[in-house]
């Protein structure tokens, strides 16, 4: 069955920086778009990136020009690079399979945790 497994979260001083992973099994990876979601407390799911099965990727406004998605096919391996971040991006992100248009109805990971806060 599909699993995504999220890691990578923490808590961070605002300007810091993390990097998140997620580890992809029981589908074929490298044929998917994937992407990141996040919930922050009390608010829905919000779409932060996505990328294709090469290297094209999207940005929400928020996120851009401080966030870089990437993957590596060979280790089912999605990444997040989040720099620069502001209290604002604390919430639980998430991996899911599918672009911006169609995470919705894919699998989701379990989540990792980004608390941003001094």
């Known amino acids: 069955q599909v699993q995504l497994v999220g890691s990578g979260g923490g808590l961070v001083q605002p300007g810091g920086s993390l990097r998140l992973l997620c580890a992809a099994s029981g589908f074929t990876f490298s044929t998917y778009f994937m992407t990141w979601v996040r919930q922050a407390p009390g608010k829905g799911l919000e779409w932060v990136s996505d990328i294709n099965n090469g290297s094209i990727t999207h940005y929400a406004d928020s996120v851009k020009g401080r966030f870089t998605i990437s993957r590596d096919n060979a280790k089912n391996t999605l990444y997040l690079q989040m720099n620069s971040l502001k209290p604002d991006d604390t919430a639980m992100y998430y991996c899911?399979?599918?672009?911006?248009?169609?995470?919705?109805?894919?699998?989701r990971g379990q989540g990792t945790q980004v608390t941003v806060s001094s």
């Open positions: 899911a399979r599918g672009s911006a248009l169609t995470w919705i109805s894919n699998p």
